[in-house]
C-alpha cells in the first residue's frame, strides 16, 4: 500500500506563496496519479491539480491555472505544489490525493495540510 504525508501549509498574505509537499511511500510503483484537492469551510471538494506519473503530464483547475504548479521529485516520490500570488479565497485545507495504477479512483489521500491566505 502507498501512504501519503503532506506539509508546507500555513499563513500567508495575499499575493505571497508558499509551496505544498506531498510524499508517497510504500509501494510508490503503482501510482498512477497524484493530485491535489482543496476544501473550504462550508464548501465542497474541488479538484486542483493533478500529475500523471508515466506522461509527466500535469492539469490545472481554471481558478488556479497560472498561479500554481505542480511538479514532481522521482528520487523523492514526491510531488510540490507551488502557489504564487495566492488569493483569500485559496484559502483551504489542501489535500493530496493517489490513484492507482488499478483504480479509476482516487482511493489513498493525506491528512491535509492547512493554507490561509489574509488580505
Known amino acids: 500500500q502507498v501512504q501519503l504525508v503532506e506539509s508546507g501549509g500555513g499563513l500567508v498574505q495575499a499575493g505571497g506563496s508558499l509551496r505544498l509537499s506531498c510524499a508517497a511511500s510504500?509501494?510508490?510503483?503503482?501510482?498512477?496519479?497524484m493530485a491535489w484537492f482543496r476544501q473550504a469551510t462550508g464548501k465542497e471538494r474541488e479538484f486542483v491539480a493533478d500529475?500523471?506519473?508515466?506522461?509527466?503530464?500535469?492539469r490545472y483547475a481554471d481558478s488556479v491555472k497560472g498561479r500554481f504548479t505542480i511538479s514532481r521529485d522521482n528520487t523523492k516520490n514526491t510531488v510540490y505544489l507551488q502557489m504564487n500570488s495566492l488569493k483569500p479565497e485559496d484559502t483551504a485545507v489542501y489535500y493530496c490525493?493517489?490513484?492507482?495504477?488499478?483504480?479509476?479512483?482516487?482511493?489513498?489521500w493525506g491528512q491535509g495540510t492547512q493554507v490561509t491566505v489574509y488580505s
Open positions: 500529475f500523471w506519473w508515466s506522461g509527466g503530464t500535469s
Open positions: 490525493a493517489l490513484r492507482r495504477t488499478v483504480s479509476s479512483l482516487y482511493d489513498v
Open positions: 510504500g509501494r510508490t510503483f503503482s501510482i498512477n496519479v
